[in-house]
């Protein structure tokens, strides 16, 4: 790895996308640096010993927790086991969603916020009973065939009681997918236990009961709890989003090249775990990459490369065999107006032009993600609904749980 | 063409876009219809028999005003002798713009709008000085590498000295390439006149001083003025837009696929004409249709639907081996709002990742088209600066003018 890699050449495309935008050079050469960055710099994967030892077994040189990795053999590691495309089950089967490139695109609403603003511009925090209305929302809404996770932020309620009261709220308030916990490797375990009994259909390759976010941590590292879950999620054979979440010039380079060969490198090492600890289990490759002001200390949602790096990174992911996550809405706006509106509207026809095929953050997003606006997430899921949804139709009512199911479902978010 | 053309299996892919989005065989069933639309049912003519007897001698079955033309024959004049790309030669040779795939895409102001909205948020009629201080902005602006024309309506003046009160405006408040004037073939050719004389270069192919804008009338119509304004500018060999600019279920289909046909089958015919009258006009495809409401009885710019039309304009306009134009801010919205944002974001968004060459109404667009918002042309050009301009440098102010051509430019204007 002497060789010394010029990225001249790259991103002085004239055009954003154009539908035949990305090079295969560029991509080759994205690659070949990451490969680079794998090698001579390796990635650190902390507190761990699971995860250290597991790379050793493949002959990765490890000193503490840094690991020296080769990009070819993750590459090929991803190729050869992860399902190019896989199936969501949802409680009701009609929902079910395939998630690859020959299926219609899945919309899930905004993750992570912790306050509302209501429908008549009023604010407050995030608590149960408008959890499960948000829920109960994301279901009526015929684009959104996902219903997410965290939504909003359940105040109210204990941090350890929040990822089984979610989790009921999604069984509860929809009978379409949802997304699961991360929140702890016992957390997400419960989660999927839960789900796979409500769902209650029989194990098959390619298929799983809910789709999980695990995020690197940026530069070029991966945190204890995070391991941890893939782990246990990959070993439950279920659905597993690799994001490197980037903010351009605090966690990654500044420029768009060096954000992308950074994250590429994160994300293809997660991916090769989940496929190492249990191959076959499902897989989306994402990254996600804003500026960060330097000026305000605040990231730039809704900053334009952000739209190019969304570009870039569907190409990325299609050329590991598996489906790619997009970012919808996003937007530095603290309101829903004129910025808000462009902001999100041209994040989202990136990724929606890009061919992602998982958009995230699709409906709702305000105020840089500290908050889910229910006056947005109602137009952006019409817009969804109006370019994307084939047939536009009312959503019944969810199928209700048996009463039993119920029953021992409530026994175990007790516990 | 006694087939029956099928439809089927056309849109009913389950992705907007996405890089690869559009099938070949797609646009092969889109040209073979309109292929069956020309010949069959033909397009009306109107009120010109030089047209007519053009069509005659190529060997077109005329019956009064109504032609009937053999689509493969238009594809090859047009492939034959249409430049691929073109130069847009400005009185500054530094800001001559290249129009065409390998180009950086360009940028032009929005076309058209009577009225004004004031960065006071004030509302008046378009006037004289406002127009000059608009072509001025524009020329500041890094991002609109063309400077447009009727960026709003000169209400203050004449009507039939309006064309030569434009022109004055973007050679002295500009040094960029502006779009010339279809008001009438007289107007056209004395403001082909003036700017020649203000650029003052040696005539060369595929170069050309001004870029104007030649819509059909849909459904399958050309009117007497569109056909002799289209014959003056091809003869002047300056650059000729042919759009077909369409409400669907108004004047074109209510149908995506039943809009784009009858639009290629409109532009093909009129940009056929254009390398008929003389071969090598540089000339730019154009499809821009919306959804035209039956309850309000007005245009819905800015849906989604109007997005998937600029995606399949492009690749349509590709396989002519001509530029393509694209369509920038649009909305419905009468503020600038959330509304105008998401509409306005993501009609640009669609516009540049599709790959277009030329995009109009890139900044300023508000109120249906009815009004130029100076709020919204800055942050419009400010995004696309920020996203699309290679250097963003303040532009210098435009060169000043010769001034026994200013003496004489102010001379023709007053005849």
């Known amino acids: 790895m002497g060789e010394t890699l010029s990225l001249d050449g790259l991103f002085t495309s004239t055009r954003l996308g154009s539908l035949a935008p990305v090079d295969k050079d560029e991509l080759d050469q994205i690659e070949r640096a990451a490969d680079k960055v794998l090698a001579d710099v390796g990635l650190r994967f902390e507190s761990d010993p699971e995860t250290l030892d597991l790379w050793r077994e493949h002959g990765m040189r490890v000193k503490v927790d840094r690991v020296h990795l080769d990009g070819a053999w993750l590459r090929s590691v991803v190729r050869t086991t992860a399902p190019p495309e896989f199936r969501l089950r949802a409680r009701n089967p009609n ?74 709220a999604h069984l509860e308030c929809s009978d379409k997918p949802f997304m699961g916990c991360t929140a702890s490797p016992d957390a997400a375990r419960t989660v999927i236990d839960m789900t796979k009994l409500a769902v209650d259909r029989p194990e098959r390759p390619a298929e799983c009961e809910l789709l999980h976010l695990i995020n690197s941590s940026p530069p070029l590292t991966y945190k204890e709890n995070t391991l941890r879950c893939l782990r246990t999620i990959a070993r439950h054979r279920q659905g597993v989003m690799v994001t490197s979440y980037m903010m351009m010039g605090a966690t990654s380079p500044v420029t768009i090249a060096g954000t992308l060969i950074q994250g590429y490198a994160e994300a293809l090492a997660g991916l090769a775990l989940t496929q190492l600890w249990s191959p076959g289990t499902p897989v989306i490759f994402g990254l996600f990459a804003f500026p960060f002001s330097m000026r305000s200390m605040l990231p730039a949602f809704g900053d334009p490369v952000s739209q190019l790096v969304q570009l870039y990174s569907v190409q990325l992911g299609r050329r590991l065999g598996v489906p790619v996550r997009g970012d919808g809405g996003v937007t530095s706006s603290n ?81």
């Open 95 to 168: 929902h079910d969603t395939v998630v690859g490139a020959s299926a219609p695109t899945v919309f899930a609403p905004v993750y992570g916020a912790p306050n509302l603003q209501l429908a008549d511009q009023r604010r407050c925090m995030g608590s149960l009973e408008e959890y499960r209305k948000l829920v109960a929302r994301a279901h009526q809404s015929p684009a959104l065939s996902n219903t997410g996770h965290m939504i909003c932020v359940i105040n109210d309620i204990s941090e350890a009681a929040r990822p089984v009261r979610m989790a009921l």
């Open 335 to 415: 309101a829903d107006d004129a910025q808000a509106g462009y902001e999100g509207g041209r994040t989202t026809s990136a990724a929606t032009i890009s061919g992602a095929d998982f958009v995230l953050h699709a409906a709702g997003w305000l105020e840089r993600g500290r908050c889910v606006s229910i006056g947005k997430f109602e137009r952006e899921a019409q817009a969804m609904a109006k370019m994307h949804a084939r047939a536009i139709e009312p959503v019944p009512p969810p199928i209700p749980l048996d009463h039993s199911i119920a029953a021992e479902l409530h026994r175990r978010a007790s516990l």
